[in-house]
Structure formats: C-alpha cells, structure tokens
C-alpha cells in the first residue's frame, strides 16, 4: 500500500497505521478515506496530498 504526502506540512498517511484518532482503522487505503478527511496535522484537504 502506498504512502501519501502532505504538501502544506509533510505529514505521511500510511496505511498501515491509518489515523485511529479520527476513526480510520488501520489497513484503510489512502483511496478509501471518506472525501472529508483532512490532514491531522494542519487540516489540509485529500487533493493536498502527493502519492510517495
């Protein structure tokens, strides 16, 4: 599974952990994620984020 890349702060959502403080389990592919998902970090939207 791929990793993505924040462009506004660098945060790296990998799949493999997921983001379990916003309700996305782990395993949960990049693609998956509901079209509001935001960056945890800076709440930069999902077309902020590059394919690493």
Excluded at 6 to 33: A, N, Q, W
Excluded at 39 to 52: L, N, W
């Amino acid at each position: 599974m791929e990793k993505y890349r924040c462009s506004v702060c660098g945060y790296i959502y990998d799949p493999k952990t997921g983001d379990p403080d916003h309700g996305i389990s782990p395993g949960t592919r990049f693609k998956d994620l509901p079209e509001e998902w935001v960056c945890p970090e800076c709440g930069a939207s999902k077309e902020q984020f590059e394919r690493i």
